[in-house]
């Protein structure tokens, strides 16, 4: 009873609610996503601060949104990047576009094709594979690359293999039909690409995922008690919600 008064007042409370999220365990690996309503919520990128310094933490960027009667919701890192935390592949905010999409093959996992871009728009998402984009240009009000794609059109990708003994803590972002709500998760413990790709298309029922990074993978969901640290990190995608 107590869940379903909680679950009703989440409805009344429209865009200042927070996603919801949760710890679901799939195959023996437990697994916290977080489901993001676009309608209800602002999710976005997030790089640098008004005067270009990266912004490094969930604490800095939370820090900073409080000066505006603001607050992270909750966030992850938003994809791979460079020694200086620059974006490997296309990033935009606010509409511009700070780099533009890599669509040849190349080592590592953001070079594993099919690569994809999870693009933000008002009020709904998508999940692209990267040369589609390249083709397509679809306008995005925020955006982000990086790869491989986990789950496209409700297939796997194809390089991902079953008994891949190559386990990390990984996170990234799927989106459900209609795009209007985004999954985001990382696994709790070590997982190969396929587990990981399975959960989001089978649990998390997005027919298209995007994965973000391994081992520095990190969530902030203080909502659900969770504030991740670590290492200074790169691109941010995260939701805005009004203070408290």
Known sequence: MIRRIALLLGLIAGPA????????EFEGAPVTWCVVDMERETLRTFLNDG????????????AALALE???????MNAGMYHQDRRPVGLYIEQGDRVRDVVTRAGPGNFG??????LCLGDDRARVIESRAYAAERPACRYATQSGPLLVMGGDLHPKLLPDSDSRYVRNG?????????????????PVNFDLFARFFRDVAETPDALYLDGNVSRLYAPGFGRTDGGLPMGPILGTVVPAP
């Open 51 to 62: 005067e270009g310094r990266i912004w490094g933490s969930f604490r800095n960027l939370d």
């Open 17 to 24: 609610a927070a996603a919801e999220c949760r710890t679901t």
């Open 112 to 117: 594993m094709l099919p690569n994809g871009v």
């Open 69 to 75: 009667g603001k607050r992270l919701g909750v966030a």
């Open 173 to 189: 972002v799927g989106v459900r039909p209609g795009g209007r709500e985004v999954v985001l998760a990382i696994s709790d413990v």
